[in-house]
């Protein structure tokens, strides 16, 4: 029985299903789909999701007729063959995010993509109503993107057993490798598509080294045949990011050539091509490598971080995603115990650097729930600016691109349009600008902590004085009439 | 007429002075003594002190007796003999001081210096009245060292013209860089004497880049000459440091073999041997130079400034003393611009780090009177931080070495006696602690910011957590019991 997909979109998954098949050991299935519509042929896989039902999931990117054939070792899944019709894109919908060919992001459609980043890792594997509590916490929060480990974690604060894993277990808790336990992924799908409804990107880490199931040492085999389950699964979903590893470095039983191998599997199974990156410890990636389409980072220096984005775009021009800067919080670990003042600093001065730079929260707590790994619910003070940071990002002409500034000061901004300059820890009680004086400019002086934006009465043209409160954590727009 | 110095005593000046001699160039007369001491054959340059009086000062170093026999271009100055004696040293005289051998300062009795050192570049040149209230203000300041200039400073903020210049002037102001001002160094040297008085060391700085008068673009033999002079009158002063340059690298009109030859003639002409070294903008100097006897530096990267301490020890294997990781201030530069807060982080960390890190002020001011440059009042919230790390540094059973601490917080201490952890901008609610279970420690919480100092009431052994109240800018100090 094949069911075809019943009032597809653009950009969103449509489905074939193939209902009644029993086979003997249904993951061992070797399954695609050869997808002709408006751009081509397309390769895509299929998976098998419990109780003798396999699919093949797509995201069509335009509207059109779609024309299907099947291929399969197992007869019964072979040889379908079928069409079905594609409308439009939902105005909601802007499809994929990519990167721009520059230091930017944009979804497929054209629409400027901003990742405002958070990160909580093992929030899937909690129970469902701290998993609820955080999707009600992301909804009235700033982010745009989620860092979230496809594999529990087991770390300082981590230590609950998950309900549902990756793999099959069998009665003595063994897992079995060799089976997925579809359960899991259909619960984290559930997850997925709640937070597509509320704008959040998944970035979707597929190994991490904190580990007591032996997932982080699984044999090559099992780590492949993972890789393409997920991307079977998964690709189909609009609004995932593949991030091949947190803390790759740390994974002592990965060799580069398992990496490589791991995005080459990625490359051949995920035909919608989402971003994939891999996320450091000590030492960075080979950002270089073709596949990497944005640097996915953690600050290496303790004290300078997201000043970095500098040298990191010169040295990979590729967007430069600062997923760790150190987080807020107060745990004893100096990753995470950052007053909010400091993450936002930081934030601040990777974003007029032409960056991105990701949120994170650690308080410590009796439960042993800290957003950073578990969700629920954010206390800290930085979400608040992370908005305000935002709405800036938003109010701009433009993704911000670093232009000559002071030498204390970096600036952002488009030539004779747009510059964003900010001082940081530093307090100046005035700024002297020099600017075209053919150009007048309305002058915001904006306190990125405290959240506000006076817009001086006059606009100011040529060599102008703009005065300051004397606080840290200030910037100054100027925006061409 | 020879005048022998009378009631001499060890570490304080001692002077022959002849008098009544009429030359007609009397700073081209050539001077100098033969001291013969305890401690073997010494020669001394002697100066013009304007009137036909010529000096020649001498720091003995120890009690004794001490002769002496002149040489000169002039008869009438050369070939005087004599002897005097010098008493013990009173029991608040420690000596000049030099480096330990290692990363720290001792006076020549052996007794710890600790540089506290403060910035007030001008303060010489400024009123009368102005001079004195900057030697009030730092009779209850915690500095021990000062960094001065000789020459005056035409700079933002520094527009007056001082009462007099090391340089005499003509009818016209024309200067006449053959003729020193005696004046000038007279005055010069009551505020020496006074800031001797008080215990601090004057750190002169010899040149600098911040002129109006041509003085940073003079002749090399006035150049020379003037080097000549200052070693000759300032020498046998206990407490003055040699600063080459403020800035050496924003001197255009000099050259690194400039800097080599200048440090060569007080090496010549300067027998007390006191402490040498030369300050940098933007690239620092080779303090591999065996005339360095310490690297006096100015942060180059706008971020990581006094953590650099680590990497500085390690390059150089001298003492490193931080002179500008920033001011505390509000100006519009982003160098004067640091909360108290933030100058003070800096220091903790360098000095845990086994540097010493200067202060310095800059707050804007009507009057134009800043710290930095012309002294006066101290305004800011450091000052008085500085004088608790004083403390903590008087308290401690030797110099500040660093040893092995956590990764993120770099820790002082001597193995085994005395430990003190920094945690400067993280927030760590607790922190284990590990340590050979046969020392018991006495636990203290220092609150550097602040300033307070809560002792465990339990000695504390083996392994052991300390509660911290999750606020930044906190130490902990373990003391073997």
């Known amino acids: 029985m094949c069911t075809l997909p019943q009032g597809a979109t653009a950009y969103r998954r449509a489905e074939i299903t193939l209902g009644g098949v029993a086979v003997r050991e249904p993951f061992r299935v070797t399954l695609h789909a050869e997808i002709e519509g408006p751009h081509g042929l397309v390769r895509v896989p299929g998976f098998y999701d419990g109780g003798g039902v396999f699919r093949v999931r797509y995201l069509p990117e335009s509207a059109g007729r779609y024309a299907f054939r099947t291929f399969s070792s197992v007869a019964a899944l072979d040889g379908h063959k079928g069409a079905f019709e594609v409308g439009p894109a939902a105005a909601t919908d802007h499809g994929p995010v990519r ?22 890792y093992a929030w899937t594997h909690q129970p469902d109503a701290l998993q609820r509590d955080t999707l009600e916490s992301l909804r009235s929060a700033p982010f745009t993107k989620i860092r979230m480990c496809l594999f529990p974690k087991h770390y300082q604060f981590n230590h609950n057993e998950p309900d549902r894993l990756p793999f099959e277990r069998d009665e003595h808790g063994t897992i ?5 336990d579809v359960s899991y992924w259909q619960q984290l799908e559930r997850r997925l598509d709640q937070l597509d409804e509320i704008g959040v990107q998944a970035d979707l880490i597929l190994f991490h080294p904190y580990d007591r199931w032996g997932m982080a040492s699984m044999d090559a085999d099992v780590d492949d045949a993972y890789l393409s389950y997920a991307a079977a699964r998964l690709s189909a979903f609009p609004h995932v990011w593949w991030s091949l590893a947190n803390e790759f470095d740390l994974m002592k039983a990965k060799s580069p050539d398992d990496w490589e191998r791991f995005a080459a599997i990625l490359q051949r199974d995920d035909p919608t091509g989402h971003l994939m990156s891999i996320h450091n410890c000590l030492e960075t990636y080979d950002h270089d490598r073709p596949w990497v389409t944005h640097v996915s980072i953690q600050r290496i220096d303790l004290y300078k971080t997201a000043e970095m984005v500098t040298e990191w775009r010169e040295r990979w021009s590729k967007p430069v995603v600062v997923d760790e800067c150190g987080y807020e919080g107060d745990i004893d670990q100096g990753w995470g115990n950052l007053t909010g003042e400091e993450l936002i600093r930081r934030t601040w001065e990777g974003t007029v650097r032409g960056g991105y730079v990701g949120h994170g929260e650690t308080y410590l707590a009796e439960n042993e729930v800290l957003w950073w790994s578990k969700g629920g619910e954010l206390k800290g003070t930085s979400p608040d600016r992370f908005a305000f940071l935002r709405q800036v990002l938003e109010d701009a002409p433009g993704p911000l691109e670093p232009v000559p500034g002071d030498w204390d000061a970096p600036r952002a901004g488009i030539e004779g349009q747009y510059y964003l300059s900010y001082y940081g820890f530093n307090r100046p009680r005035f700024r002297t600008f020099s600017l075209d004086p053919a150009v007048a400019y309305l002058v915001d002086v904006i306190d990125t902590w405290g959240m506000t934006v006076e817009t001086l009465p006059e606009p100011q043209r040529g060599t102008f004085r703009v005065d300051l409160p004397g606080r840290p954590y200030m910037a100054v727009r100027l925006r061409a009439q």
Do not use: L, S
């Open 99 to 120: 990167t721009d060919g520059g230091f930017h992001f944009r979804h497929a459609d054209g629409t400027t993509h901003h990742p405002i980043g958070t990160t909580a």
């Open 176 to 180: 079995d490798f060799g089976r997925f």
